[in-house]
């Protein structure tokens, strides 16, 4: 008698809870009676999401400050902070509001180090003009997801290529990472080596490393934050780089960031059409393939996706990392995209927009610390960057490596990105190899007709270079 006076009772409260968020507008907003969620279970989730991803404050500065010069004197870093919290705002807010998932979005890794140093630094690309393509990309993102083209572009690529990709990149960003830290060294003999382990910066960036791992292994929330933190104030300690001036501060928007694409795009005329096609190739490319991916792994652990494999209103969430490339390019930084990092919020059960909204106000919220954030030294970044890193390496594990048709591409794509230093270079290795080995092993009907449209405009490419 006594358990079903309990057992009414707990009908009785959830009844009452539910009538409660029914007549809240934002609970019947965001759906949390259907998805059996509650503002208590999103906040957190939210606040997760942004713990994990917040790196990006310090590293995406860190990586296109290398590409980005302004002509006058300025407080580059932070302007570069605002154009990444802001861009990560506006996407995060359409992923939550318009898409109504609890997915964060941010410049993404790997395509900020294509633009610095593939881009401007080793083509010799104007920054503006850089940051024009990535706004081209973006409205060609735009532009694929209203007519539905994607798909047909998705289903073209092969798997083998968009998992190389994804471990090219993380190879590609590990090699920046060691570079950075110290941890190997330019050598006219080796052309690399190891680097000097003695060096203070460098014993102080291992030290960090270690944290960071250490902080991973244990599943600590935010553990490539607080790697970077750590490896921060063990060089303010030390003495090896200048402690912050300050905590906060009323930030300025980014005016000499703000609107520079626009400038771009008169100058683009300029560039060698073959460059400019490319590089919009590869930003267009690499940001699909991610995006896909990402909102698949995070469909799938979010139960999203139905058993026929569909993913309800996956087109939504294409078009906010589409829109916040767009008003990234515009804001003066390099491809929004999807982070695989939102699924910390969802395994703390967010599964409203509602979780978005949150890691979204985190951002506006750290625009005010950017004095903290602009004492962080570069060699601070390596332990975030490698973690990341290893990450991305993940994606191996999905490509055929008993099929040599696929491998081999996969390999030259996977090897290829850091060895000449260029994401672009890379896959155009993998891109040519593809359709040409698949019909010398005898199964022409496994490649399509755009994958010979690519590789031949990449081998036109190298031949006019």
Known sequence: MTKEIDKSKKVISTNESNSALDKNPIARFFRFRQLQTNFRTEIIAGITSF?????????????????????????????LVIATAISA?????????YAKYPFALAPGMGLNAYFAFSVVLELGIDWRVALAAILLEGLIFIGLTVTNVRNKIITAIPDCIKHATSAGIGLFIAYIALKNAGLIA???????????????????????ILIAFALVVREIKGALFWGIIATSLLGWIFGLTPPPKGIMSIPQLPTDLFGQAFVGLTQIWQINIWEIFRIVLVFLFVDLFDTVGTLTGLGTKARYINKKGKFPGVNRALMADAIGTTAGAIMGTSTVTTYIESA?????GGRSGFTAVVTALLF??????IPLLSAIPTFATAPALLIVSILMMSAVKNILWDDPGESIPSFLTIIMMPLSYSIAEGLAFGLITFPLLKTFQGKPQETTSVMWILALVFILRFLLN
């Open 344 to 348: 910390s919020g969802i395994s703390e």
């Open 89 to 97: 705002v506006i996407a995060t807010l359409i992923m939550g509001v």
């Open 364 to 369: 506006v919220v750290a625009i005010f610390f």
């Open 186 to 208: 330019p050598s006219e003999t080796t052309t690399t080596t190891l680097g000097d382990l003695t060096q203070p910066t460098t014993l102080v960036a291992i030290t960090g």
């Open 51 to 79: 713990m994990t991803m917040s790196y990006i404050l310090v590293v995406n500065p860190s990586i296109l400050s290398n590409a980005i010069f302004l002509e006058k004197p300025g407080d580059l870093f932070g302007e």
